[in-house]
């Protein structure tokens, strides 16, 4: 038989080598005498299999050494026999795990991020955080299971599980289910490294293994009224600029009156991408946006305004090189009030929540990512608006703003999207305009007046006809 049980090991008392023992179930000395003793029994065993395969095994027991490279062992000659015998599957440094493959996946697709040369690979910085995210997901649950091992059940049971990341800056993290479009851009980036691993010649097509598909049950966003907005903005642009930071509520607003960007979209504005206009006798800003979420499809920048109340604000902000981030602290680091801390969420007192007193980051550090959100949340906790986050409150929310004011099609226009199923999610029914309709079907009721008609039917149908008053 091909392949067997070995050691470097020898007898303590009789200088022999060890050899395997099948009914002891161990390794031991060849003796007789000494082949039942202890110390004539080896925990340090290894495996041949071929011309240069070996593979080592240990444990604290010489008996569950030997059964790990005896299964081991015929495990290989039973894939000989069946024609499947692959190597990769045997070795120490696992070169089909699953983990060891997804890394090699994730740093692979990280040299494809804005690849001029390569358009079939290239992705953007976000796509590839997104499935760095992913990926880690799958590599914490299978570890280094064999890639050709996991099956639909072990794939099931991942998704049926899979919950919510906690929140690193939670106190006591709540961990919940994941949402279904959690699950579908995870089995999305599953499927892609799958496809990898065919393309690269790990794998075979044929041992990619069914993936579960679901549907999808998206979540409609919280969104708030004009007046809402407004109050937001107040709020914002009183406490930023008491700190010396008024690009705070710049950045708010500009995403309020521009529903085509993203809050995302407004760390890669740089200060050459403001380029001040005139129209009408006044003043305004015309922000470039060339780097954004959609660049890939449209293959053309996006654009946003200030106002002439903004570059009254912008007037007062010393400029930067051409450059610098134009969304970046201006204001001094360190100062500081009595019985206060000054940190990039603004001056508070300690009695404030604990979760805002960090801080504040050096001048000329851009904005952090997250901090348009904070800033939006705080406004809105303090304002009583719950569940309203910054996306749905600018984008969605102006979204329905403007269609009720320019119509549905010039909404679609100005909001970048490309297809009407995208675009309806930000339209659900109107009620007010429910309610318009209900009433004229209201008041179409009271006027109808039951048809006369001739013949012998026109009693009958006459007295069955509604009434006028209904």
């Not at 599953?190 to 990898?196: E, G, H």
């Not at 406490?239 to 995403?255: A, D, F, V």
């Not at 960007?261 to 890669?268: F, M, Q």
């Amino acid at each position: 038989m091909a392949g067997g049980i070995y050691t470097e090991e020898k007898c303590p008392l009789c200088g022999q080598g060890m050899k395997p023992d099948p009914n002891l179930e161990c390794v031991c000395c060849p003796n007789p005498k000494h082949k039942k003793q202890p110390q004539c029994r080896t925990r340090l065993v290894f495996i041949k299999f071929g011309k240069d395969f070996k593979k080592r095994f240990s444990s604290d027991d010489p008996v569950t050494s030997y059964r790990l490279a005896h299964q081991e062992l015929e495990s290989m000659r039973r894939a000989v026999g069946r024609g499947t015998f692959d190597r990769r599957d045997y070795e120490p440094s696992h070169p089909l795990g699953f983990s060891t493959l997804a890394q090699k996946y994730i740093e692979d697709r990280e040299k494809d991020i804005s690849n001029p040369l390569e358009e079939e690979f290239r992705i953007s910085r976000q796509t590839w955080i997104h499935l760095r995210s992913d990926m880690s997901r799958c590599m914490e649950a299978f570890g280094q299971t064999n890639v050709k091992e996991l099956g639909y059940d072990q794939l099931r049971d991942f998704f049926r599980d899979m919950q919510t990341k906690p929140n690193p800056r939670a106190k006591s993290p709540v961990l919940i289910p994941a949402k279904s479009k959690t699950k579908k851009n995870v089995r999305t980036n599953l499927r892609a490294f799958y496809n990898w691993m065919v393309k690269t010649k790990v794998i075979k097509p044929s041992e990619i293994p069914e993936i579960p598909s679901f549907k999808v049950v998206m979540e409609f966003r919280a969104r708030i009224t004009w007046e809402q907005q407004e109050a937001v903005l107040h709020w914002v642009r009183e406490r930023s600029t008491e700190i010396g930071e008024p690009k705070i509520y710049l950045g708010i607003k500009l995403c309020m009156n521009t529903p085509n960007i993203r809050p995302g979209d407004l760390a890669h504005v740089l200060e050459k991408d403001v380029v001040p206009t005139t129209r009408d006798s006044q003043r305004f800003g015309v922000v470039t946006i060339n780097s954004h979420k959609t660049i890939e499809h449209t293959q053309a920048p996006k654009y946003g305004i200030f106002t002439p109340e903004d570059m009254g604000i912008l007037d007062s902000i010393p400029k930067g090189f051409p450059s610098l981030p134009f969304f970046r602290w201006t204001s001094p680091e360190g100062r500081r009030c009595k019985g206060e801390r000054v940190n990039q969420y603004g001056t508070w007192k300690k009695t404030e929540r604990a979760k805002y007193n960090r801080w504040r980051a050096p001048a000329g550090t851009p904005y952090g990512p997250d901090l348009f959100r904070d800033w939006f949340k705080r406004a809105c906790d303090a304002l009583g608006y719950e569940g309203v986050g910054l996306y749905g409150g600018t984008r969605h929310s102006t979204t329905r703003i403007l269609k009720d004011i320019i119509g549905r099609d010039n909404t679609q226009h100005l909001n970048g999207d490309r297809t009407n199923e995208a675009f309806s999610r930000y339209l659900e029914e109107n009620v007010e305009e429910l309610m318009e309709a209900a009433m004229l079907r209201e008041v179409a009721g009271k006027v109808r007046r039951p048809k006369i008609l001739s013949g012998p039917l026109a009693d009958h149908r006459i007295r069955t006809a509604p009434p006028a008053n209904h």
